[in-house]
């Protein structure tokens, strides 16, 4: 049975009502009508009612037990987790030369409250993102006789390779499929032009000069976001901490023929050497080594030729190019791929928190294990500071992670994040705050929570200096991994899995357990798979462990699911804490096998054939779907088991409005192939799809008629509807 805690008393109101009435004769006997409205059983009523409030009171002791001993664990509940995303901001005032600072921790006020991660210095020029761009086949075939020419032009001895600038995160949005920068480049860079306000000569020299140090001469700072494009990893990838990319930022100097560049000093990489999404901080040299080559074959007939710059052929943005930002790999790297989702200068990184200041939360009792409130939850706890009153003043006292193991008159105290609580010691175990003096924050920092995940284009203003000028902002890419505090019943769940795991995990159930608590995921379902080694797909090796993950995720008619590089990363590095030191760990998606069915019913009601077409086809998608409550037994579909086509046909005559099942036909194809081809039927005549232990069917291609007979083949193609759109590729200048 299960294990329930006891009621210590489960009697209830009227229980109490009827008992009292019990004892009437025994104690008045005279009483013989104790009917409801006499005065002696309104007594009787209102004593049943305070009875069963104090036994309300009771019961609830083992609830509160519970709750204690989750507090003698020292797992206190989990705070919410802030969203983080990039902003690009820039000045709303075309004129503008002199740049902006904005300090540490600027505040952002609707719809959620962020603050900037670091300070920004938002120069008065705005950036436009270039490739040199491969020549496609058409492109090629159209310059092929053109090419000669060029190279007796320009004087080259090698063929010409031709290119063509192409702009790229036009207007300041993101790519969420990504620019491959090596693979669609004929250098394998990224251009970045730094561009004035207007066309106008003046303006582009003040610009330069203010971008170079300004009056005062003192070189400062650009900072540059970029984003990697988010793709799934390929089967079976090993995640771990990913090598970061070796690269150089250059700018173009006014110096040389134009194929001269400054390499960049990197004050701080965000992007952890492009492998995420962050803010790279550049330091600029002075205003005499800043410029750009002159991009009229005019006056330079090389523009654009071998190692220069890009050549646009627009002539207002050449009139306003102030110099060139360039993002070079290491060719020593031989980068085949590097995909970027967005790219953009005067970037700034926020956090959804909010810094409050000083603030007094209480006074000092003098007794032992004092706790007090900070007035807020979800508190950061790197960022705040305590101080309390004593002789010489107010004094900074020192955040432990338990106030027990501090020694006598030691100045600590420990933080519950989540409820926004400290407590102090005892006097023995750490002091404790004398009586009347006073508790302040000096600083702390509050926030998080799903609400912080914002999509792109929700964040559009910023508090700015006073008296600084209006500043626009741009929000290309999504704010993402906030998530909520950790509730009371979750809490209360971890308790058995916590003294099972004791935060390490050995069996298969601590793996379970522990991937699906990550904190800031939603992980939908988790799968252990000791000794089995992706990479080679070979079981029985030794001290391998591979956890596979897979995130939460409620629509069926969605493709299945896939976790991306973030999560996998997440869940692997909250895992690899907890592994014995000699298991070699994996974290993994789920290994899908293409899947196609053909089915066809007779209606009940023919009137009614949309209607249960639909049923039919969420029935079919629910009995393959990998999460709960998906699969034959409601727990998604379990791995290495063989798709049948009979299971399929029950599961289909189960809904309403189907009269009989014409036999399932499955289909399946090779991985890189567009043909499906029949699955054979095993010696009972039965079409089966095996899986090996490792995968789970992915249901491609649903064909559904109504008749007799289900469709013999598949086909696939471009959807219903589809539009292609010609677009020129190479201008024709004369």
């Known amino acids: 049975m299960p294990i329930r805690p006891p009621a210590l008393d ?20 005279e009483w013989t009508n104790p009917r409801e409205g006499d005065p002696g059983r309104t007594l009787i009523d209102l004593f049943a009612w305070l009875a069963d409030t104090i036994l309300y009171r009771a019961n609830l002791i ?68 270039y490739l040199k761009r491969r ?23 090698d063929d010409p390779l031709g290119y063509v600038t192409t702009p790229v995160f036009a207007n300041g949005k993101a790519d969420p499929a990504g620019i491959d920068v090596a693979a669609d480049s004929i250098d394998g860079c990224l251009w970045i032009a730094l561009l004035a306000g207007k066309p106008d000569q003046a303006q582009v020299a003040a610009t330069r000069s203010e971008l170079g140090g300004g009056a005062g001469n003192r070189r400062r700072t650009l900072n540059v976001g970029v984003a990697p494009a988010l793709a799934i990893p390929s089967l ?40 995420r999404a962050g803010v790279v901080r550049l330091l600029l040299p002075g205003r005499d080594d800043i410029g750009a080559p002159s991009n009229d074959v005019l006056h330079q007939l090389r523009a654009g030729v071998g190692d220069r710059p890009p050549r646009i052929d627009d002539a207002d943005v050449a009139a306003r190019l102030v110099a060139w930002l360039r993002l070079r790999p290491d060719p020593a ?15 700034v990184a926020i956090e959804q928190r909010r810094t409050l200041g000083r603030q007094t939360i209480g006074q000092g009792t003098g007794a032992s294990d004092l706790e007090v409130s900070l007035g807020a939850m979800s508190v950061e706890p790197d960022s705040l500071a305590i101080e309390v009153e004593e002789e010489e003043g107010m004094r900074p006292w020192r955040a432990v992670e338990d106030v027990a193991a501090a020694a006598r008159g030691e100045r600590v105290y420990s933080l519950d994040s989540e409820a926004g609580t400290v407590r102090f010691g005892d006097g023995v175990r750490g002091r404790a705050p004398d009586a009347g003096r006073i508790i302040q924050v000096a600083r702390m920092r509050v926030g998080g929570g799903a609400a912080g995940n914002l999509p792109p284009g929700t964040i559009k203003t910023i508090t700015a200096p006073a008296g600084a000028p209006r500043l626009k902002v741009t929000q290309a890419l999504p ?18 899995a916590q003294i099972r795991h004791g935060g390490r995990a050995v069996t298969a159930a601590d793996y379970r357990e522990l991937a699906l608590r990550t904190p800031g995921l939603a992980v939908g379902r988790v799968e252990v798979l000791d000794r089995f080694k992706p990479h080679q797909r070979r079981d029985g090796v030794p001290g391998v462990v591979s956890v ?48 196609g069915v053909s089915a066809a019913v007779e209606l009940a009601d023919s009137k009614q054939r949309d209607a249960v077409l639909n049923q039919v086809a969420a029935a079919i998608r629910l009995h393959l779907w990998a999460l709960p409550p998906g699969g034959p037994d409601g727990r998604g579909w379990p791995l290495g088991r063989a798709v049948d086509d009979r299971m399929i046909e029950t599961v289909v005559a189960r809904v309403p409005g189907v009269a009989a099942v014409a036999p399932i036909r499955l289909f399946g194809r090779a991985s890189g192939e567009s043909r499906w081809r029949p699955v054979r039927e095993d010696a009972s005549g039965r079409g089966r799809l095996p899986l090996l232990r490792w995968q789970m069917p992915e249901l491609l291609m649903l064909s559904l008629t109504v008749g007799a007979e289900a469709a013999v083949s598949l086909t696939s193609g ?14 024709e200048v004369c």
Not at 558 to 585: G, I, K, M, N
Request: glycine share 6%; proline share 11%; net charge negative.
């Open 135 to 157: 020549m496609t086949a058409a492109e090629a075939g159209q310059l092929r006789d053109l090419l000669p020419d060029l190279r007796d032009l320009y004087g080259v001895a």
């Open 479 to 496: 704010t993402v991994g906030g998530a909520d505090a950790e509730s009371l019943v979750d809490a209360e769940a971890r308790i058995p």
């Open 62 to 129: 083992p609830e509160r037990q519970r709750l204690a001993f989750l507090r003698l664990l020292g797992s206190p509940m989990r705070p919410a987790i802030p969203a983080r995303g990039l902003l690009q901001l820039s000045i709303d005032d075309p004129a503008a030369t002199a740049p902006v600072d904005l300090p540490l921790r600027a505040s952002i006020d609707k719809p959620v409250p962020f603050e900037t991660d670091s300070e920004i210095t938002v120069h008065a020029i705005q950036g436009s993102c």
């Open 718 to 731: 471009p959807a219903a509807g589809a539009k292609t759109v010609a677009v020129p590729v190479v201008p």
């Open 548 to 595: 596979m993950v897979l995130p939460a995720r409620g629509d069926t008619d969605a493709p299945a699911p896939r976790p991306d590089r973030p999560f996998l990363e997440t869940v692997y590095a909250w895992l690899d804490e907890r592994r014995p030191l000699a298991t070699e760990l994996y974290v993994i998606g789920a290994d899908y096998v293409p899947l």
């Open 236 to 275: 079976f990838e090993d995640i771990g901490i990913r090598a970061r990319v070796p690269h150089a930022w250059e700018i173009s100097t006014p110096h040389g023929d134009g194929e001269d560049y400054l390499p960049l000093e990197v004050i701080d990489d965000g992007s952890a050497g492009l492998t």
């Open 333 to 347: 790297a031989r980068l085949t791929s590097l995909r970027l989702a967005w790219a953009g200068i005067n970037a």
């Open 10 to 29: 489960d009697r209830s109101f009227d229980d109490l009502v009827a008992d009292l009435v019990r004892r009437i004769p025994a104690h008045t006997p």
